[in-house]
């Protein structure tokens, strides 16, 4: 069965540390993926997505995500966090159940930045 | 671009009553809409595809008579929770793509809070 999962519950970052949230996922073939983030109350935003091509996928917001085949992984990863980044993570795999933009979410990370 | 819009933003509503909720694509044409429903500090889950000009397609377990899903034009679905109880209460969201190619990114909008009194 197609699945995502996101490890990590609660992260606590320290502002301008890196960050590394982790995506693995179950898929029968090359997903689709994507990562979006959702401030509380609001609904979500789409940071980055990986289609195909290259598997290191830029976004916007200085994230960036990388494609591992191998790991079936899709981890989303800043080089120095901001407090404005405190917020909830959320992973996508599609297509899912056989149509052909349909998502499946990780259940989210909450990322929470102290100063 | 790839605006979506929610209305309302929030609705509180007694037992027993309807409530509609507008998903509107506003500097796109939208194929294909999505209506999901989170609980508080949980993932999404999808109610419902909808396509313009055709009936919903809903996943299992979602009352079709219990929301009702129109998407009359390419820019407008509505979700209508009708004769809503407090169990109804949660954050309801759209989203929005534009083909119904593959692939295809969808778009949020900001989401619709519920409270059944």
């Known amino acids: 069965a197609q699945s995502v999962t996101q490890p990590d519950i609660h992260i606590t970052v320290s502002e301008g540390a890196s960050l590394e949230l982790r995506c693995n996922y179950s898929?029968?073939?090359?997903?689709?993926l994507f990562w979006y983030v959702q401030s509380p109350g609001q609904g979500l935003q789409l940071l980055l997505k990986?289609?195909?091509?290259?598997?290191l996928v830029q976004g916007i917001k200085g994230f960036e995500a990388e494609f591992k085949r191998s790991q079936s992984s899709f981890n989303l990863r800043k080089p120095s966090v901001h407090w404005s980044d405190a917020a909830e993570y959320f992973c996508a795999v599609g297509p899912h159940g056989g149509a052909t933009n349909k998502l499946i979410f990780g259940t989210g990370t909450l990322l929470a930045v102290q100063p | 671009g790839a605006v979506v819009s929610q209305h309302p933003s929030w609705v509180i509503c007694k037992s027993g009553t309807s409530v509609k909720i507008e998903c509107r694509s506003l500097d796109f044409q939208a194929t294909t809409m999505f209506w999901y429903r989170q609980f508080p500090k949980q993932s999404l889950m999808l109610m419902a595809t909808s396509n313009e000009g055709s009936k919903a397609t809903y996943e299992q377990g979602v009352e079709k008579d219990k929301f009702l899903i129109n998407h009359a034009s390419l820019t407008l679905s509505t979700l209508t929770v009708t004769s809503a109880h407090p169990e109804d209460s949660s954050f309801y969201i759209c989203?929005?793509?534009?083909?119904?190619?593959?692939?295809?990114?969808?778009?949020f909008g900001p989401g619709t809070r519920l409270l059944v009194l």
């Open positions: 989203s929005a793509t534009r083909n119904r190619g593959a692939p295809e990114t969808q778009y």
């Open positions: 990986y289609f195909s091509g290259d598997t």
């Open positions: 898929y029968g073939a090359t997903p689709y």
